[in-house]
């Protein structure tokens, strides 16, 4: 039997198992099937070492447990710096304009689509969206150039579809 025949015969028949096992653990059914399906994947990674376990359900199961602790843990220190800072800042604005623009963004090109959002809306300096991205200042400022470009077009085009009484054109900044 091969090592993949193995881990397919495994899965096929302990699969259910360890997750209820692990459901009992998590309390949550998704986190079960994730953490079984993680023990899965470390199996696949190194086939031969584990065809040579004496209990691979055993293993398995060790795995998928100590994984669901592990992102347990993450998660309980993450609540609690989440909660040293406060609530986050309400940041959705549902208003026509502010819709308009998130969709506008998402037809443009990924690169000037991160260095408007770093600019305009996070208000980074041109050296530091260059720094965060990877690229140069020259490359930014060409961005944020072509970019501010395409979205006046993409949102004056909006604009004249959905609003006739107000011609013109949104602020980027708004």
């Given amino acids: 039997m091969s090592d993949g025949d193995l881990i397919s015969e ?3 028949s302990c699969f259910r198992r360890l997750v209820v096992h692990l459901y009992a653990v998590t309390g949550d059914l998704a986190e079960a099937q994730e953490a079984v399906q993680e023990a899965f994947t470390r199996a696949l990674v190194s086939p031969g070492r584990f ?6 359900e055993a293993w398995l199961r060790r795995v998928a447990v100590n994984w669901a602790r592990s992102r347990f843990r993450r998660r309980r220190v993450l609540d609690g710096l989440l909660r040293r800072i406060g609530p986050p800042p309400a940041v959705a ?3 026509p304009e502010h819709l308009a623009l998130l969709a506008a963004l998402r037809v443009l090109p990924e690169g000037q689509r991160h260095a408007l959002a770093l600019h305009y809306l996070v208000d980074l300096p041109v050296d530091e969206i260059a720094a965060t991205l ?3 200042a020259g490359t930014v400022k060409s961005r944020l150039s072509r970019g501010r470009h395409a979205l006046a077009a993409l949102l004056a085009d909006t ?3 959905t609003d006739t009484t107000q011609p013109g054109r949104i602020d980027v900044r708004s």
Wanted: charged content about 15%.
């Fill in 10 to 12: 495994l899965y096929a």
């Fill in 51 to 56: 065809a040579g376990l004496e209990n691979p």
């Fill in 93 to 95: 604005d549902h208003s």
């Fill in 134 to 136: 990877g690229v140069s």
């Fill in 159 to 161: 604009s004249d579809a």
